[in-house]
């Protein structure tokens, strides 16, 4: 209590003016330390939250636009699908290849155009086989 005598030993406008003094410390140092740094962290999050609720915005503008594509895709699986069973199966028909001068994996088709620009172009896909 040593400490405190000589505060409590001022007249009583002092006492006052001292505590009001050291609330406004406390203050001041409750807002510096605990209340800025958190607001400055929600003010981030608020600026994180608008930018990602753009991008949902946008994501959702154009999952709408991709419906009618995924329809197609769908379509367009199912005669791939279609397609793959008419092709021949590479077991069955391992040796065709050799006896028909038209297939583009025959030897005499292969030696006609053997620069690579021609072995590029030549090259199979399911997509540019003619129906």
Known sequence: ???MDPILALPKPQKIAIGVVGLVALAALAYFFLFQPKWDERDA????NEGLRAKVVQARADEANLRPFRVQAAALRKR???A???LPSSVRCRGCTDKCPTSPF???SVSRSSS???LKR???SPSSRSR
């Open 116 to 118: 690579p620009a021609r």
């Open 84 to 86: 793959q069973e008419r």
């Open 106 to 108: 025959s030897p005499a």
């Open 80 to 82: 791939l699908e279609a």
């Open 1 to 3: 209590m040593a400490i």
């Open 122 to 124: 030549r090259r199979y």
């Open 45 to 48: 999050l608020w600026n994180r």
